[in-house]
């Protein structure tokens, strides 16, 4: 069975950094395409970044301050952000697909709340 198991995140100050994880299994990670997605307080999901064999892409809000990466090695995708504001605070979701902005598989999300 898929799982994609979400760690990191909790409450940081604005202007912080965090690092969120995704441990997969389940599945062969190395031929996925993975995302993270977040979900803020009464909105709908929005794509964050995404990573696959061809590249890094980022959603425009990013600028700079997220970095994806994966371990195939140890079927790992991390997200790490830096320089959050308060409009970060969201639910962040890994999702994995046989292509990109294809989801066949959502982890249960964690939490990342920026607030002084």
């Known amino acids: 069975e898929a799982q994609l198991v979400e760690s990191g995140g909790g409450l940081v100050q604005p202007g912080g950094s965090t690092r969120l994880s995704c441990a997969a299994s389940g599945f062969t990670f190395s031929n996925y395409a993975m995302t993270w997605v977040r979900q803020a307080p009464g909105k709908g999901l929005e794509w964050v970044s995404s990573i696959n064999s061809g590249g890094l892409y980022y959603a425009d809000f990013v600028k700079g301050r997220f970095t994806i990466s994966r371990d195939n090695a140890k079927n790992t995708l991390s997200l790490q952000l830096n320089n959050l504001d308060t409009e970060d605070t969201a639910m962040y979701y890994c999702?994995?697909?046989?292509?990109?902005?294809?989801?066949?598989?959502w982890g249960q999300g964690t939490q990342v709340t920026v607030s002084s």
């Open positions: 999702a994995g697909g046989e292509r990109i902005f294809e989801y066949d598989y």
